[in-house]
């Protein structure tokens, strides 16, 4: 080995410069990276009314769609089924919802009074995160990007 070979790395020796991120012009990868941040952020608030992001975007949308079925729910949110059940399951247990027949077999969820609470908690700890994250946008360039994005996904259903 000689006085070059030392200063040379090799593949099993880390550099001192921070790597690039090469994939920073991606704009899926910063969709992905700024949702993990904003849900993960939204995650911690809501658990302080006792609710999971998902579980806050079903109450919200039971309460302002009395006796709405399970599985509209799970279209409009992008929920699957096999997970809508728990979600209400869940939500059922805890006294928020309540199941009432609409005819044959089928049944619609609707809120409790303390299940319509919550929902009004969620929407407004929502809101609240929407604001701080979002407040700096202009109200023009906020609907631009909500409208662009709503595209991309009502597209891919």
Known sequence: MTAND???PTKNTPTSA??????EDHLGYQLRR????LMGVLAQRLAQINLTPSEGSVIILIAGNERIIQSEIGRILGIKRAN??????????RGL?????IGGK??????????????EDAERVMLEHDREFFGAISPQSRQLL???????????E
């Open 18 to 23: 921070t790597p690039s991120n090469t994939l």
């Open 84 to 93: 809508m059940a728990p979600l209400t399951a869940s939500l059922e247990r």
């Open 6 to 8: 030392a200063d040379t």
């Open 106 to 119: 089928a049944f619609g969820l609707t809120v409790t009074p303390s299940g319509r609470q919550a929902a």
């Open 97 to 101: 919802v309540e199941r009432q027949a």
């Open 146 to 156: 909500t409208d662009l994005l709503g595209q991309y996904w009502k597209n891919a």
């Open 34 to 37: 700024a949702s993990s941040y």
